[in-house]
C-alpha cells in the first residue's frame, strides 16, 4: 500500500485490559482468522514484498520487566516506564504493520546457577549476597567475597579455580569501564511467568506474522553461566581465567548480518541503560567494521525504552549518554509517533 497513514489498532487489541502482567496472551490459532481478515481489509502485501525492508528489534520486553510485579521492574524516574515503553511498542506495531517486514524479540533468559545472581557467592560469614549489590575484584582479592561452592560443584570445578574466575572476571568487566559485576534479583528464569514475552507483546507479533507472512523468530540470549550478556550480540567476556573458551558465550553473528540486510533497523526494549545500551553499541561496532555509512540505518524509538531506576541505583543518565553516543555515530534517535517517511531518513 503506499498511502502510509498508521492503521487503526484491531478490534482484538484494549489498551487497558492486555498491557496488564495478568495477561496471557491470545491462542495464536484464535488470532489467525482475525488477521486474515485484517490483511484483507486493508490490502496488506507479504513482507517478502516489501520494497524497502523494516526490522523491528524488540529488546527483552518480557514480563519481570514489564511490569510492577515482575522481578526485576524497568520502571524509569516515572515509576511506569517499561509498561510505557511496552505499550508504545506494541501500538507502533499494529499502526504501522503495512511497513515493518520483520520482528525480532530477544529473551533474557536464565537459570538459578549464574555469576550475577545472589546465590553464586557468600559474604565472609557466609551468607548469600543481597541483590543490588556491586562486587568488585577488590572485593575478591580482600576475601570479603567468595564464591558459592554449590556454584562450583553445578559447573564441575573447585572453588579455588571459580574464585579465579569471578576475580578475573570482575577485573575484565572493570578495565571495559562499562559495567562492575552488580547482583540482580533473579529474574527471567527460563520456565517461569517472568521470563515469558509480555501477552500483548506476543499477540502483536503473532498478529503481524499472519497478517503479513512474516518471519517471527524470538532469539534467547543469557544463559552462559560465567558471564553477563547484557548485549543480544555477544557476552561480556569470553574466555576463563586460564584461556579456555567460556561455557556458552558465543557472538551472535547470524543475527547482526540479517539485521543488516534490512533497509533500516528500528529498535525498542529495555532496558535502555543495559540490553538495549549493550546490544546498540555492538550493532554499531558491527557496523563500523563492514560499512560505516550503515550506521543511519539504525533508528532508536526512544519513548519505546526505559532505563533501570532501583532504589540505590538510577541509571537514567547512563541510558542517555549512551542514546547520545550512538547518535554521534550516525544512528537516529526518532520516536513511535514519528511517521514512516522519517525512518527512511
Not at 515482575?70 to 511498542?89: E, F, I, K, N, P
Not at 501500538?91 to 545472581?117: A, K, N
Request: charged share 15%.
Amino acid at each position: 500500500m503506499s498511502d502510509t497513514t498508521p492503521l487503526p489498532f484491531p478490534p482484538h487489541y484494549d489498551p487497558i485490559q492486555t498491557v496488564a502482567a495478568e495477561y496471557p496472551g491470545t491462542a495464536p490459532q484464535a488470532l489467525f482468522a482475525p488477521a486474515m481478515a485484517w490483511q484483507q481489509a486493508h490490502s496488506l502485501r507479504p513482507a517478502a514484498d516489501d520494497a524497502r525492508r523494516a526490522h523491528l528489534l524488540v529488546i527483552d520486553m518480557q514480563v519481570d520487566f514489564c511490569f510492577p510485579s515482575g522481578t526485576l521492574y524497568v520502571a524509569g524516574r516515572s515509576g511506569t516506564g517499561g509498561t510505557d515503553a511496552l505499550r508504545r511498542t506494541v501500538e507502533f506495531m499494529y499502526r504501522y504493520l503495512p511497513w515493518i517486514s520483520e520482528i525480532t524479540c530477544t529473551l533474557d533468559s536464565h537459570v538459578p546457577g549464574q555469576v550475577f545472581f545472589p546465590g553464586a557467592h557468600l559474604t565472609e560469614d557466609g551468607a548469600p549476597v543481597a541483590p543490588h549489590t556491586v562486587i568488585t575484584a577488590a572485593d575478591y582479592r580482600a576475601g570479603r567475597y567468595r564464591p558459592n561452592p554449590a556454584l562450583a560443584a553445578q559447573l564441575g570445578v573447585t572453588t579455588e579455580w571459580l574464585t579465579h574466575q569471578v576475580t578475573d572476571y570482575c577485573t575484565r568487566l572493570e578495565a571495559t569501564g562499562k559495567y562492575a559485576l552488580y547482583v540482580w534479583p533473579y529474574h527471567c528464569l527460563v520456565g517461569t511467568a517472568g521470563h515469558r514475552l509480555a501477552g500483548v507483546l506476543a499477540d502483536a507479533c503473532l498478529f503481524h506474522a499472519f497478517a503479513r507472512g512474516a518471519a517471527n523468530a524470538p532469539v534467547l540470549k543469557g544463559d552462559s553461566p560465567l558471564t553477563e550478556n547484557y548485549s543480544v550480540f555477544a557476552p561480556e567476556v569470553t574466555t576463563c581465567w586460564d584461556g579456555q573458551p567460556m561455557p556458552g558465550a558465543v557472538r551472535h553473528e547470524a543475527l547482526l548480518k540479517r539485521l543488516l540486510t534490512a533497509d533500516v533497523i528500528l529498535v525498542a526494549g529495555l532496558a535502555s541503560s543495559h540490553c538495549v545500551a549493550a546490544s546498540v553499541a555492538d550493532l554499531l561496532a558491527f557496523v563500523q567494521e563492514h560499512n560505516p555509512y550503515l550506521a543511519h540505518r539504525i533508528v532508536l524509538l526512544r519513548d519505546a525504552m526505559a532505563p533501570v531506576v532501583v532504589p540505590g541505583a538510577d541509571f537514567t543518565d547512563a541510558a542517555e549518554q549512551a542514546l547520545a553516543s550512538f547518535e554521534a555515530a550516525g544512528a537516529r534517535v526518532l520516536t513511535t509517533d514519528d511517521p514512516v517517511e522519517a525512518w527512511w531518513g
